[in-house]
């Protein structure tokens, strides 16, 4: 099990600071949480401790930073993570902006079970599963996030779609995923930040926001 200050180190290049006190000690659980959920439950395919912290917990909170510096974090807003399997990103994003009111949204039993296991031990506040389709969470969100997936062109609307007016739309895709994104969502989106994601090759969060509706 990696001690606190190795999972510090870990994330510095996405924080650009030192994780906060609070913050680390909330991680060191998640990770001893998923760690042991899934040596018996497929959460993900990552099992090496250090490639769950850089890729799943670094890149989630390297998204965090790109939206807190873009504003899209201030006040209470509401955030739909679709997809959300094991948490990422929207459980470490919620951790680096407590006052985001989450909704993690994963259609396998399983997972979503883990996900309220998170949330309990945790004890977060203003954070729920939804445990069924994106297609059918019906609420829009000011913040909805997704990782990039295999049916990327098929899920990209639909998480569009749960956007509010004026909201935004967070990626963490591949770079040759932004051009597409871009087309597929049409004119009614404008581009709002892409940044490359630390200590990867090709992999970038890209911010979309949702023109305001007249």
């Known amino acids: 099990m990696l001690e606190q200050p190795r999972i510090a180190a870990l994330l510095r290049p996405f924080l650009d600071a030192e994780p906060d006190p609070v913050l680390l000690t909330q991680l060191h659980t998640y990770l001893e949480l998923l760690l042991k959920w899934n040596a018996r439950t497929n959460l993900t395919a990552v099992r090496d401790p250090e490639t769950i912290v850089t890729r799943h917990f670094g890149e989630s909170l390297f998204a965090a930073r790109v939206l807190q510096e873009a504003g899209h974090l201030d006040g209470t807003p509401t955030l739909s993570d679709i997809g959300s399997g094991a948490g990422f990103p ?5 951790l680096f902006a407590p006052g985001v009111r989450l909704t993690v949204v994963e259609a396998q039993n399983k997972k979503a079970t883990f996900l309220r296991e998170v949330i309990r031990t945790l004890e977060l506040r203003d954070a729920e599963v939804f445990c069924g389709r ?3 969470l019906g609420s829009p969100a000011q913040v909805v996030t997704f990782r990039a997936v ?12 749960l956007v509010a007016s004026g909201g935004t739309l967070a990626l963490l895709i591949g770079e040759s995923q932004a051009e597409i994104a871009g087309r597929l969502l049409g004119s009614a989106w404008k581009e709002a930040a892409k940044r490359n994601i630390p200590r990867s090759v090709d992999r970038i969060v890209w911010l979309g926001q949702r ?3 007249d």
Do not use: Q
């Open 90 to 94: 929207g459980i470490p994003i919620k």
């Open 134 to 136: 994106a297609e059918t």
């Open 211 to 213: 023109c305001v509706a």
């Open 150 to 161: 295999e049916k990327f062109a098929s899920i990209l609307p639909v998480a569009a779609s």
